[in-house]
């Protein structure tokens, strides 16, 4: 089986005991929906990422109106994108924004620029606009 990339809900069960994903994935998890905007690390809803069986990234992102908003996007420490990644990660944002019935995806400036040609990338093939 190839891994496959997968954007994980906040309240995911596999999220649910903090403390046994970081014992057995060294995945620090907080959900920051609850703390003042001042003492966010990652954002509002930001969002594990997954590749097997391995957290690698974290995305903070919003559906507003039939557009996902990609604020930001952080590489968990001492993940080096490959080539396999890089395609997990454009299927998967394109099944995420059929899930979202996304018809956009607008991707804040600071997001790294491989990462804002995949997500751009990932929209226009499943014949969505992109902007951003």
């Known amino acids: 089986l190839r ?6 809900a906040p309240l995911d069960q596999l ?3 903090r403390k046994a994903a970081l014992h057995l ?3 620090d998890y907080v959900w920051e929906v609850y703390k003042p905007e001042q003492d966010r690390k990652w954002g509002y809803y930001a969002l ?3 590749y097997g069986e391995r957290f690698v990234a974290r995305v903070d ?3 507003e109106g ?3 908003q990609i604020k930001g996007w952080w590489w968990e420490e001492g993940v080096e994108p490959d080539g396999a ?3 997990g990660l454009k299927q998967a944002v394109a099944a995420f924004m059929r899930y979202l019935l996304a018809d956009e995806v607008k991707v804040a400036g600071g997001v790294d620029r491989p990462v804002r ?4 990338t990932a929209g226009t093939a499943v014949g969505l606009e992109t902007g951003g």
């Open 66 to 68: 039939s557009t996902w």
């Open 3 to 8: 891994p496959q990339v997968r954007f994980l």
């Open 85 to 87: 990644l890089w395609k």
């Open 61 to 63: 992102s919003r559906l």
């Open 15 to 17: 999220l649910w005991d």
């Open 25 to 27: 994935f060294d995945f």
């Open 48 to 50: 594990p990422v997954m």
């Open 117 to 120: 040609e995949v997500l751009k």
